[in-house]
């Protein structure tokens, strides 16, 4: 019985989760993202883009005068967020979270280093946010800073390790998808914050 | 004759550069522009980072399930400029470029996508700039994009190829070198552009 739900679980899952994403294709958020921010370019609405992967470079090899490849890199913690930008004069600074429970996001999702960044970022005047897929529900939640810090302490004092959905509900917004952009986080800053 | 001008003329142009880069140690720009950064973020002054080198991933391997290893990638041309962040609410968002000459900074040191980009940025209430450093004069130039851009638009239409050292003398501005920081130059916004 045990094994029968291990098995059928998963199936079932799996097929909510086909119909639910069928409007975005299997799109992940980062995709999303990436063109939402390319569509704000092309339309001279914003300037966002996300920033490269940080690498750390140990080994280069040159074939041929002007060509480098690199034989040995590796991955490095990046210290801040992946997105950033200005938007109607206004510093944006943000990072995408992909969240696949159904009850709460976890806090493991982020670093102290992020959560750091994004404070600095709000206390100088700048628009600070995290963007979390509930992908169970193939929904798109704008966090501002505030929600995500005041979970965040509860996290460091209190031993907190999420940030139940519900909060997602009543305290974040819900950033409707559409064609173009994908994914209008822009709205909401125009909404709550300009 | 030309050949012993050839061999004397580097060792004067050594020696001249040694002692006039004496109060730097060497340091590249890059260096100094991080270390400034890291002295604004430390004393809460600014947030501005440098963006890691874009790097196109090929193949990655995994010697064990926590490890991944980059085991060929390449070098990709920057969309956007190396340097962008916050300071007194201002989106700012400004590149590097280190120069050997002596008369003029050739405008082949910059793309196409960079002057864009900062184009951008500018009509969007960002603040877009370059520092360039005449090293041969152990000088550090504030260069403001309406500048780089006036020189930008005659070397489309009239063939220009550098914008002249004079030019930086009259119409940038000078960035005094100090010990912390390194390299004020969120000074010259505040006396110019704030």
């Known amino acids: 019985m045990v094994m029968k739900m291990g098995l059928n679980f998963p199936t079932i899952k799996k097929e909510r989760q086909k119909i639910v994403n069928n409007a975005n294709r299997g799109m992940d958020l980062e995709e999303m993202i990436n063109q939402s921010n390319e569509y704000y370019l092309n339309n001279d ?3 966002i883009y996300k920033k490269p992967t940080p690498i750390q470079i140990v080994k280069v090899h040159y074939p041929s005068r002007n060509k480098a490849v690199i034989t040995e890199a590796y991955y490095k913690t990046p210290s801040t967020t ?3 930008g200005i938007y109607k004069g206004k510093y944006i600074d943000f990072d995408a979270k992909e969240n696949h429970n159904r009850t709460s996001w976890p ?3 982020i670093s102290e280093h992020q959560v750091k960044h994004l404070k600095r ?3 100088h005047g700048g628009i600070a946010f995290l963007l979390v897929a509930f992908s169970y529900y193939n929904e798109y939640y704008f966090l501002p800073f505030d929600v995500l810090n005041a ?3 509860d996290s460091q004092e209190q031993g907190r390790k999420s940030i139940p959905y519900a909060v997602f509900q009543k305290q974040a917004y819900l950033i409707k998808e559409g064609f173009l952009p994908r994914l209008d986080y822009l ?3 125009d909404e709550f914050y300009l």
Request: proline fraction near 0%; charged fraction near 20%.
């Open 45 to 47: 609405i914003a300037v």
């Open 82 to 84: 992946d997105y950033n």
């Open 107 to 109: 806090l493991a999702n």
């Open 121 to 123: 970022v709000q206390d």
């Open 151 to 153: 979970y965040w302490k």
């Open 187 to 189: 709205k909401i800053i």
